[in-house]
């Protein structure tokens, strides 16, 4: 196999001090002024520092579409996953009931949550490779008029599917029924407002499209449904009720907050609305998207979704059936070579991920190119020929 002819990268999104580009989901690349903003500690009840999170807060809705008090941002400390199950816990009543639309991992711990926090559910599964259907969700809730709320995972980046959520908001909204939405790896990059989705629950991250450091998720939600949750929670620490009176009261996180995560996410927003907003984001990661893509069947592989589906978030590609391919060694090779991607969560097919968010352009991707033409030489592959 011959290396494939790849543009020069213009120095546009070097990371700093030799490090990888994360190729990933979140955590991901991110840029210098957002590491910088990391070298001043802060007191976590300093005014200061209380401006900060207000600011935050006020962004994050802003960037949903809100315009009124109808809703409010909740931040909370942890991973993404401590925010899902705490909206859960919040719009969910104990009697009530949940549809859970799965195609990948994060549906499927959507249900897990909902077992430990005693939440009734039904699931529509539609395995890897296929979203839920509108009609599908409009034949269950006929079905099942006990459902009180709807979950769907926007973006399931197990897969990189994109799911069609207008059209299924349109069907929950129609049966009168709540929709919670996890937004993780799309809000910031893919477009959800609250004039163009009806829904009442939002959850994301601070390490995904905005492009901050992990450390803190936060929820946008109907203020109606937070007004509701007194004492529905079943956790002290992910009561988003008290974590948003305790906020609302005080203008302070109600347990010590990352400080250094927040400050960072805070220079991130300056940066992501200095790019364009939403839209200018989801130009820059399509862009990766389309030229990788491309590549990567210029060089002979196969991604597991039809080009509809496909996000620009992160793409999903099957292994090459080569007998000397290997994925761990295919990754130890690109890591050498600056870059960190994903491994698969497929269930029943053998497969890797690469994202396309985070501060990289389109000539990282073509220098991603060129190291796997370059790894797969290393490592003896050569995807003309296939196995006997």
């Known amino acids: 196999m011959t290396k494939a002819e790849f543009p020069t990268p213009l120095p546009l999104a070097t990371p700093a001090l030799g490090e990888p580009y994360l190729l990933t989901p979140g955590p991901l690349t991110t840029s210098k002024a957002t590491k910088e903003a990391m070298l001043r500690d802060?007191?976590?009840?300093?005014?200061?520092?209380?401006?900060?999170?207000?600011?935050?807060?006020?962004?994050?809705?802003h960037m949903a579409g809100v315009q009124d008090d109808s809703f409010?941002?909740?931040?909370?400390?942890?991973?993404?996953?401590?925010?899902?199950?705490?909206?859960?816990?919040?719009?969910?009543?104990?009697?009530?009931?949940?549809?859970?639309?799965?195609?990948?991992?994060?549906?499927?711990?959507?249900?897990?949550?909902?077992e430990y926090l005693?939440?009734?559910f039904i699931t529509l599964d539609k395995g890897d490779y296929l979203p839920p259907q509108p009609d599908e969700v409009d034949a269950l809730l006929k079905a099942n008029p006990d459902v009180t709320h709807v979950f769907l995972v926007h973006c399931e980046t197990s897969s990189g599917i994109l799911n069609p959520l207008r059209a299924i908001a349109d069907v929950v909204k129609a049966h009168g029924k709540r929709l919670i939405i996890d937004a993780m790896?799309?809000?910031?990059?893919?477009?959800?407002?609250?004039?163009?989705?009806?829904?009442?629950?939002?959850?994301?991250?601070?390490?995904?499209?905005?492009?901050?450091?992990?450390?803190?998720?936060?929820?946008?939600?109907?203020?109606?449904?937070?007004?509701?949750?007194?004492?529905?929670?079943?956790?002290?620490?992910?009561?988003?009720?008290?974590?948003?009176?305790?906020?609302?009261?005080?203008?302070?996180?109600?347990?010590?907050?990352?400080?250094?995560?927040?400050?960072?996410?805070?220079?991130?927003?300056?940066q992501h609305a200095n790019e364009g907003g939403v839209q200018g984001r989801l130009a820059r990661y399509t862009r990766n998207r389309d030229v990788l893509v491309s590549g990567m069947r210029e060089l002979g592989f196969r991604t597991l979704l039809e080009d509809c589906w496909l996000s620009p978030i992160i793409t999903t590609f099957f292994c090459p059936e080569h007998p000397d391919f290997q994925f761990?060694?295919?990754?130890?090779?690109?890591?050498?070579?600056?870059?960190?991607?994903?491994?698969?969560?497929?269930?029943?097919a053998e497969s890797f991920r690469i994202g396309c968010i985070g501060q990289i352009d389109e000539y990282v991707v073509h220098q991603l190119l060129r190291a796997i033409a370059d790894s797969l030489i290393a490592m003896g592959?050569?995807?003309?020929?296939t196995p006997d």
């Open 328 to 348: 761990m060694r295919f990754y130890d090779e690109l890591k050498t070579r600056q870059f960190i991607i994903y491994p698969g969560k497929l269930t029943q």
């Open 42 to 61: 802060w007191g976590s009840w300093d005014g200061a520092f209380n401006r900060v999170t207000a600011e935050v807060r006020q962004h994050l809705l």
């Open 381 to 385: 592959v050569d995807m003309r020929k």
């Open 118 to 120: 005693g939440r009734a």
């Open 185 to 270: 790896s799309t809000f910031g990059a893919v477009p959800v407002t609250v004039d163009d989705i009806a829904f009442d629950v939002l959850v994301s991250s601070a390490n995904k499209c905005i492009e901050g450091i992990p450390g803190f998720g936060f929820v946008i939600i109907r203020r109606s449904v937070l007004e509701a949750a007194k004492g529905r929670a079943n956790s002290l620490s992910l009561d988003l009720y008290e974590q948003w009176v305790y906020m609302e009261r005080t203008g302070q996180w109600r347990f010590t907050p990352p400080t250094h995560s927040v400050v960072a996410f805070h220079k991130a927003l300056e």
């Open 72 to 114: 409010a941002c909740v931040p909370l400390q942890g991973s993404g996953s401590y925010s899902v199950e705490a909206a859960l816990a919040t719009a969910i009543p104990r009697d009530g009931k949940a549809l859970v639309l799965m195609n990948g991992a994060y549906g499927q711990r959507a249900t897990k949550t909902l």
